[in-house]
């Protein structure tokens, strides 16, 4: 299991600190945050420091190119434009702070997810009502113009409702989101970010759900464009039998920072969890980070949990951070475990291939969109699938001409 910890505060500082709490001797120094189950939380901006990148939640992130997310100011009215596409029958409405189901489940744990909750003032709702089954996805295009955005959105799946509800990011901004996902009994729901950004716009996303008896959720992250995009996903397995996948998908360019912190909760019994992230890396600077984080809980008994991290360095100058933990507080489960790899190409594929008459660099792009496909193929929407696939042939041609 690895664990970090962050620099401690001076004892004359009468502020609590996030991430640091006092000894009980009162000799007035601090313990770091050990785990990640441990993580402060506030709705108040105030209660958070600005990020220096000490910090354990921020160590991997150029938090310097972050600066604009860190101010608690509102942004200029119609930097986003938003377009929802629903099925009948899905209920939109808005919800100030307060207003259930706004913050049944949602903490912010950092400055810029304090901030999106503030200034957010009338939160979108999504709602699939119970029972209903949905033939088509809803889909959320937000499309950017430039400059400062704070959002707060909240999915809530009926009891034993079946939907897809897919949010896609294009254009530019300077964007700070959180987004609250509710999954009652019996529901399956699946929920896909893609964030396709210009490359100068910055994204900081938290999505934390609540998965509740018998339900199921499909969560996935697909992270192509932007300068620097981070999507945290935090799921916490509530009810009995619930269980969760997590699915991956980063191509990071010369100098993109793509990166997501996962955390899953094991609370309930007998849950399940599936967590499977993958990652091409190409050209000076390019930077991916993965943190997977994973909770057995004390009174989660029967629990069957993986996580991995797979990435595919394609040229010099690109660098994959990658830190699994686990965090086990019962010895009665199926199974558990994590593991995480980066590497450049394995040699044993491109001989196989280039001994059959498959020339080098056609093998080297069959080996790139193989190891992707896996993550694509649980998509289950065919359209995205396939544009998907097809924004990977361009990332590999754009890297065969630079």
Do not use: C
Not at 175 to 200: F, M, P
Not at 272 to 282: N, W
Request: proline fraction near 5%; glycine fraction near 10%; charged fraction near 25%.
């Amino acid at each position: 299991m690895t664990t970090t910890t962050e620099a401690p505060v001076s004892e004359t500082d009468d502020r609590v600190v996030p991430g640091s709490r006092a000894h009980s001797d009162g000799a007035g120094a601090f313990v770091p945050v050990q785990t990640r189950s441990e993580r402060p939380s506030s709705f108040s901006p105030a209660d958070f420091a600005v990020p220096t990148g000490r910090e354990v939640n921020w160590r991997y992130t150029p938090v310097n190119r972050l600066a604009p997310l860190f101010e608690d100011v509102a942004g200029p009215h119609g930097v986003m434009e938003v377009d929802v596409q629903a099925p009948e029958g899905v209920e939109h409405s808005r919800l100030a702070p307060g207003a259930a189901p706004r913050g049944e489940i949602f903490r912010p744990e950092d400055l810029p997810s304090a901030i999106a909750w503030t200034q957010e003032t009338e939160a979108p709702l999504i709602r699939i009502p119970a029972d209903a089954e949905l033939a088509e996805p809803v889909v959320v295009n937000l499309t950017g113009s430039g400059g400062l955005a704070h959002a707060h959105v909240v999915v809530e799946a009926g009891a034993n409702s079946r939907a897809t509800v897919l949010f896609r990011h294009t254009g530019s901004a300077q964007h700070s989101q959180n987004i609250e996902i509710l999954v009652r009994d019996g529901a399956k729901l699946t929920v896909i970010t893609v964030q396709e950004w210009e490359d100068d716009a910055l994204h900081l996303s938290a999505h934390q759900a609540r998965v509740e008896k018998d339900a199921y959720l499909r969560h996935i992250v697909v992270s192509f464009g932007g300068g620097v995009v981070r999507v945290n996903p935090s799921i916490e397995l509530a009810g009995a039998g619930s269980e969760a996948e997590l699915f991956g998908l980063s191509y990071s360019d010369a100098g993109q920072h793509l990166e997501s912190q996962v955390y899953l909760h094991h609370k309930g019994e007998h849950t399940k969890g599936d967590v499977l992230y993958k990652g091409a890396l190409q050209g000076v600077g390019a930077r991916s980070v993965w943190i997977g984080d994973v909770l057995i809980g004390p009174d989660a008994v029967g629990t069957d949990s993986y996580e991995a991290n797979r990435n595919l360095v394609l040229t010099d100058g690109a660098r994959a951070d990658s830190v699994p933990n686990l965090e086990i507080e019962t010895g009665d489960i199926q199974g558990a475990g994590h593991a995480s790899a980066t590497g450049r190409f394995d040699d044993e594929q491109l001989f196989y291939l280039q001994a059959r008459g498959i020339p080098e660099e056609e093998a080297r792009r069959l080996v790139v969109i193989g190891f992707l496909a896996e993550i694509v193929q649980k998509i289950g929407l065919p359209s995205l699938e396939q544009e998907l696939s097809e924004a990977i042939e361009r990332e590999l041609a754009e890297g065969a001409v630079a």
